[in-house]
């Protein structure tokens, strides 16, 4: 699969899988994982970056919900879920994985709690 990628407004980069709109980012998430433009890659680092993707914006998405208000922790997770783009290849737990850590991740941050160590989902 050829990787394109393309600026769109603001900050955000479209990215194309063989000419195909296959995602969007933010210029953050793509320089962090620049890959550059007409590389060839595979399924498997394809995914790779689509985690890394859903995980930015399921983590920006829970920092943008907790600044205007407090949410429980069921309540981020049910959000999260509605609004992180899910490809039809990565599974459900994973996922879920992914919207666990970024919402206890985002938590700590907040409160600084350093007593409960989290786990990187990477």
């Not at 933010?26 to 060839?40: K, P, Q, R, V």
């Not at 509605?82 to 994985?97: G, P, R, W, Y």
Request: proline share 2%; with cysteine; glycine share 4%.
């Amino acid at each position: 699969m050829i990787l394109t990628h393309q600026k769109g407004r603001g900050t955000k980069v479209h990215l194309f899988l063989d000419g195909e709109y296959a995602a969007t980012t933010d210029e953050n998430c793509w320089l962090d994982n620049y890959i550059s433009n007409g590389a060839d890659i595979d399924d498997k680092q394809w995914q790779a970056l689509l985690v890394k993707i859903n995980y930015k914006k399921a983590l920006n998405k829970c920092a943008d919900y907790l600044s205007r208000r407090d949410y429980s922790v069921k309540e981020l997770k049910t959000k999260l879920l509605k609004s992180v783009d899910t490809h039809e290849s990565c599974s459900n737990h994973f996922s879920m994985l992914i919207i666990v850590w970024s919402v206890q991740h985002t938590l700590l941050m907040l409160h600084g709690n350093s007593n409960n160590p989290i786990v990187h989902p990477f």
